[in-house]
């Protein structure tokens, strides 16, 4: 059979357990949509995780949670998509260190994603906490990987990638891919809150695998047009964030619920009660499709110790193509 695909794409994620709502509208669709047209290789970033998280305990359960969700979404193995787990296939720590040798320290030090972290956790400034970004372009090299998708927040990294790229090839001969950006359409999803962004540190999130009674729950918490104080007061859904979950999730209604909200023909608790159930019904054949799957743990497992097989095979290629154009000597 010919592969009529485009070329690879390859993304990462790190563990971070039962997704939500900005997970999936941010990265899970996309990766479910690139399936179509990209031979597609989806990464758990265990070792990533390890640069920010001193509990280490949750990454085995996480990792599984996570998988489940990816699978449960659409993420296929069927498809020829590769899933697997970063410290599966060691060869990433081989690349990540022979890129280091080619990375300027000040490169690292001037992102902007690595002072958020020193400002974030200013106690942990850790070395691999600088190479993080060293550790990413070894991922998505070490796959020869054409496209990344990516959101805002990892643009700086894609282009630290492409600039890695550039110089080892330059040095060494034309052995890597310098990968091209695929900016994904819906990048930021607010959390409950409406006001930072969704994440699970901060508890303002709606898990997708969340059973209707909790996405109901979790929806009337959610903040919605400040000024509109009263339910005669006419709203302003071009500020509201559930007005705009509105638009994915009840997209043939949005019209009538954008007229409604402005006119106060509907009032907020009356929007947040349509919005959980148009959520919970989106979500019913994905809550269906992980009960089945979970029923048997080992399929995950399965799926990911195959994908590790499936991308050793890639990644003990590129290392040897590699580690033979800068000369280190071979083993007899
Ligand atoms: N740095 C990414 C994040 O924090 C995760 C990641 C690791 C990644 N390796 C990658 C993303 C390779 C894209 C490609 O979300």
Redesign the pocket.
Known sequence: MTNTKKGRV?????PTGRQHLGNYLG?IRNYVALQDDYDCVY?V?DL?ALTTLEDTDKLRGWTYEMTLDWLAAGMNPDLGTIIFV?SHVPQVTELHLLLSMATPLGWLTRLP?FKDKVRQQPDNVNYGLVG??V???A??ALYK?DV????V??AP??EF?REIVRRFNHHFGEVLIEPQAKHTEFTKVLGIDGEQKMSKSLDNHIEIAASPEEIEQRVMQMKTDPARKFRSDPGHPEVCNLFSLHSFFSADQVAQIEQDCRGAGIGCVQCKRLFAQNLSAHFAPFRERRAELAKDPDVVWDVLAEGARRASVIASEVISEVKDAIGLPKPR
Do not use: K, N
């Open positions: 390859f993304s990462g994620a790190r990265a990464c970033v990533h970063q994603t993080y970004p550790l990413m372009a991922d998505i990987a990344v998708p990516v959101g927040d990892q990294h894609l990638t």
